[in-house]
């Protein structure tokens, strides 16, 4: 009998940890959320990321996954401390292990729109993602990426005003748009 050796690629029980990137989109005193539409941790609220792909920077993977899950382009600020999740099964072993890189940003313009790997969208300040489910980590990412967005000197307005809506109804701390 042979032994089969684990998948390189699997993401479920991984044999090392897969590189992500994300990305705060700040909006005044809002920043951008998207509700996960995929395991792990479906229907809590992150920021627009995935992996990054070989032969690509960790800005232009940030920037490429808010296009696929938003479709909202953003200025990138700078890069803020990495987040790492691990999610263990009963006897301890890694069920799910990401290293994410996540980057402050300026919005630039439009509205998002939920694409397939996102459940729905909205617009949140710090004190409304406090009581939110989230992924780990997510409020000391964002307190971050608004300081860092606070040093530039920018709020990431282009007209003065932050919509207080959600893209989709029925995502839990989301509100309907009219």
């Known amino acids: 009998m042979t032994a089969v050796a684990p998948d390189p690629d699997s993401r479920l029980f991984p044999a090392r940890p897969f590189v ?40 232009e993977a940030a920037l490429r996954e808010l296009s696929e899950e938003v479709g909202l382009p953003a200025e990138v600020v700078g890069v803020l401390s990495p987040t790492e999740i691990i999610v263990r099964d009963e006897a301890g072993r890694a069920r799910h292990h990401y290293v994410v890189h996540p980057h402050a940003a300026l919005w630039c313009g439009g509205e998002p729109v939920a694409g397939p790997e996102a459940l729905g969208t909205r617009w949140a300040t710090l004190a409304e993602v406090a009581t939110l489910p989230t992924t780990p980590g997510l409020v000391d990412t964002l307190r971050e990426a608004f300081a ?3 040093a530039r000197g920018m709020d990431g307005t282009t007209d003065g005003s932050a919509d207080r809506h959600a893209n989709r109804a029925g995502m839990p701390g989301g509100e309907p748009t009219a």
């Open 20 to 59: 992500g990137a994300s990305i705060a989109v700040i909006r005044g005193e809002r920043v951008l959320l998207a509700a996960r539409a995929n395991e792990p941790m479906r229907g809590v609220w992150t920021l627009p990321g995935g992996l990054v792909e070989a032969g690509e920077s960790l800005a």
């Open 148 to 150: 860092r967005v606070a």
